[in-house]
Every structure is written in structure tokens, then in C-alpha cells.
């Protein structure tokens, strides 16, 4: 049974920071591309980063150097941590697990992150 579980999240000030984290079960942890992905009120979800196997990353533009994300795979946990956090920022932020090339795509519950101003 596939889960993902995050945990982390909560309410920050402007230009703090957090540290979510994702515990993977269930599948071939190392082998799948990790992702985080967060969706704001009236929005739709959209990507903020992603780690592949090969520890490749990818961010959105919008998160590029306050954000860095990263895999433990003797963890089976992958993390993301935010730096100078701004209220845009506020969103419910899930875990994602993808093995690339096939329909294999998995999603955790979601974590709630809320930026005050």
C-alpha cells in the first residue's frame, strides 16, 4: 500500500522558514522522481520542485533560490525547505511520486502552509 505522508507545515511570518517532509512507503522510493507541488485557494495546484533519482532538480521560477529540495533514500523521505517565505507563498503543499514513463503517480494528503504578512 503506497503512502505518502507530509508534515512540516504551519503558520510562519513573513521571511521565515519551514521544513516539510514527505515519508514515502510502499514503492521503490530511489527509483521514482519526487515532487511538491502546491495549490492556493481559487488556484490551480501547481509545481514547485522536483528531484529525480539521479538527484537532478528542477523549481519553479517562482521559489528559485528561497527553496531547495531534497531526497533521503535511506529515509525514504524527501524534504523541502523554504526560505524567506512570503504570504504568496500560502498554499496546501503535497508530496508527489512519479516513476517516470509510466502511469505510476502517486499524491500525499497535503500539509498546510500559511504565510502571514
Known amino acids: 500500500q503506497v503512502q505518502l505522508v507530509e508534515s512540516g507545515g504551519g503558520l510562519v511570518q513573513r521571511g521565515g522558514s519551514l521544513r516539510l517532509s514527505c515519508a514515502a512507503s510502499?514503492?521503490?522510493?530511489?527509483?521514482?522522481?519526487m515532487g511538491w507541488y502546491r495549490q492556493a485557494p481559487g488556484k490551480q495546484r501547481e509545481l514547485v520542485a522536483t528531484?529525480?533519482?539521479?538527484?537532478?532538480?528542477n523549481y519553479a521560477d517562482s521559489v528559485k533560490g528561497r527553496f531547495t529540495i531534497s531526497r533521503d533514500n535511506a529515509k525514504n523521505t524527501v524534504y523541502l525547505h523554504m526560505n524567506s517565505l512570503k504570504p504568496e507563498d500560502t498554499a496546501v503543499y503535497y508530496c508527489?511520486?512519479?516513476?517516470?514513463?509510466?502511469?505510476?503517480?502517486?499524491w500525499g494528503q497535503g500539509t498546510q502552509v500559511t504565510v502571514s504578512s
Open positions: 508527489n511520486a512519479e516513476y517516470l514513463g509510466t502511469r505510476q503517480d502517486y
Open positions: 510502499g514503492f521503490i522510493f530511489s527509483i521514482y522522481r
Open positions: 528531484i529525480g533519482s539521479g538527484d537532478s532538480t
